[in-house]
């Protein structure tokens, strides 16, 4: 199977689970989220790329003008045309299409977010060149994800207990690693703002459906890891463990 057609059908089969997922659910970066839209010039045109059970497109509604929540899988649109319905987001709308190519005219919106979503891009630099593309000269550009420890023994690790949990995953990539990627496609190279988020680790793998015998292999990862390792995620009796995620507010370099 093809990656996209894995990654639409990984979270069209468990779309309902990030609706109410705490992690997805909550969290100051989407109060951030809405200051942000909030603090542009007028009320903004929003893209949300990878919109997931649409979280980042919810918290920006109500200080936008329209929002486009943007999604491989058509199930995972379904839930956010319900939600958003069900929350009074009538400015709300969804499309469905692959962040690569995106079928948006030029400098079609006032900013762009993508949050918890680039880790599944099968070409990451591909997707920012199109939203340097589609993003007004005067926009704002966020980026929210998961992102890898600089250090390559944690990094390595991270990787593959993600694998074994989601086969749509490609990488986490690190800090240093988002930075020169924005750079490239045009974007103001200015380090993110980072912080941990815990995976409860029932709850982390019942959300994907991860089959038991690779939950098994990761517990036997996690548990088996260098001790530096262990210590860097915080890794508990059960197996839950930190990761860390980061924002990236970027403008066009010609703004800079």
Request: aromatic share 8%; glycine share 4%; charged share 20%.
């Amino acid at each position: 199977m093809q990656q996209p057609a894995l990654v639409a059908q990984q979270f069209g089969n468990t779309a309902s689970a990030y609706l109410t997922s705490t992690v997805h659910a909550q969290g100051a970066d989407l109060a951030q989220l809405r200051d942000i839209a909030a603090s542009l010039p007028k009320r903004p045109v929003v893209l949300d790329l990878g919109c997931g059970a649409g979280h980042a497109s919810f918290a920006v509604a109500p200080v936008a003008e329209s929002v486009t929540a943007y999604d491989l899988s058509p199930q995972m649109l379904e839930v956010v045309a319900d939600a958003a319905h069900e929350r009074g987001h009538h400015n709300l709308g969804t499309q469905q299409g692959n962040v690569a190519a995106l079928p948006f005219i030029d400098s079609s919106f006032c900013m762009v977010v993508t949050r918890f979503s680039a880790h599944h891009w099968l070409d990451v630099p591909a997707a920012l060149r199109e939203v340097r593309r589609v993003l007004k000269p005067n926009g704002a550009f966020v980026v929210i994800d998961i992102t890898a420890p600089e250090v390559p023994l944690h990094d390595t690790t991270l990787q593959a207990v993600e694998l074994l949990r989601d086969g749509s995953h490609v990488r986490d990539y690190r800090p240093s690693e988002w930075t020169q990627m924005l750079a490239d496609a045009g974007f103001a190279s200015e380090p993110g703002h980072s912080w941990k988020l815990q995976m409860k680790f029932d709850e982390w793998t019942a959300r994907m459906r991860t089959p038991a015998d690779r939950v098994t292999a990761i517990r036997s990862l996690l548990r088996n890891a260098p001790e530096e390792t262990r210590h860097y995620f915080a890794v508990e009796a059960d197996d839950s463990f930190t990761i860390d995620a980061t924002m990236f507010k970027v403008a066009p370099v010609n703004l800079i």
